[in-house]
């Protein structure tokens, strides 16, 4: 069995100081001229920049083999080990590598930045971006949906549901289907203009947001849906002006009643513009809070 020599940070013996001893078996390493110029100018920056003792010597063949999350675990080991695993020959091929974009702030910085501070700024960056959202404070058994559909003489429909009551999509999608009561919908010409209203109202009526307040046709498929939709704004505490790249959607499921029609359930939801695809509910509910919660 092939004997192996213990590296520590303690005053080496003169065995242990030849870096001989310590050369990779494979010989395909060193016959990579990469490797062996990369080793030779992390030997010359120690060198000149720090009174190590021997054992940085072993640490510099030892850190060309090593992954990036190894070499940070193994700089908190002692202040030699820090100094040899943050080298800039060392962490300049894994940034350019891994975020090519951030070395060129190494020379355009007016102050030195070491590769190690900016793969790690490279690093978290790509970490928040897939930190996933906190959860929302709001929930649908907090708020409920009353919805209008009026044309110029009367009221052709109106709902209201509890948020506890809604079925959510098994997608997890804010998307929900309304029935609505025979009594409570009027039979219409698909050719009116209508007044269309869909608001939030937060439970205890606290507070209100309207998702959706139109007028016109809409747009009717063969007599038997009617589809209308709205653009929801920004949230003020965000950005100001422009969009929020949400809309609302409304669907109007019809029947046809002695020529005309008659409003037999709704379907709401929330869009993305961008996928035209509907939100999921947790999305949409931390969108509301924004209106809805002090």
């Not at 793969?119 to 409920?144: A, C, H, W």
Request: proline share 5%.
């Amino acid at each position: 069995m092939q004997e192996t020599t213990r590296i520590t940070c303690s005053q080496p013996t003169k065995h242990a100081m030849n870096v001989t001893n310590f050369l990779p078996f494979d010989h395909k390493y060193w016959k990579n001229s990469d490797n062996v110029c990369r080793s030779k100018l992390l030997i010359m920056s120690l060198k000149s920049s720090s009174n190590l003792s021997p054992p940085w010597q072993v640490l510099v063949l030892v850190a060309n083999h090593l992954d990036p999350k190894t070499l940070a675990i193994a700089s908190c080991v002692c202040k030699s080990w820090s100094i040899s695993m943050s080298s800039d020959h060392l962490w300049q091929p894994i940034c350019a590598a891994q975020y090519p974009s951030l070395c060129t702030l190494h020379a355009a910085a007016s102050a030195a930045v070491s590769y190690l501070k900016l793969y790690t700024l490279g690093y978290m960056s790509e970490k928040r971006r897939v930190r996933k959202p906190l959860k929302p404070n709001l929930s649908l058994q907090d708020i409920f949906f009353a919805i209008d559909i009026n044309n110029k003489s009367s009221c052709i429909a109106t709902t209201i549901k509890p948020g506890c009551e809604l079925e959510v999509d098994k997608n997890g999608v804010f998307r929900f289907d309304i029935d609505v009561k025979r009594d409570k919908s009027v039979a219409f010409d698909p050719t009116d203009n209508l007044r269309i209203t869909w608001n939030v109202v937060m439970k205890g009526f606290e507070s209100v947001f309207t998702m959706m307040e139109c007028r016109g046709k809409g747009n009717f498929v063969l007599g038997l849906q009617g589809w209308f939709s709205k653009e929801l704004p920004l949230p003020g505490c965000c950005l100001s002006g422009g969009a929020s790249g949400l809309v609302a959607d409304l669907r109007l499921g019809l029947r046809i009643s002695g020529g005309k029609v008659v409003v037999e359930k709704m379907s709401v939801g929330v869009l993305s513009v961008v996928s035209w695809r509907y939100v999921w509910v947790d999305d949409v509910l931390r969108y509301l809070q924004h209106f809805l919660l002090p």
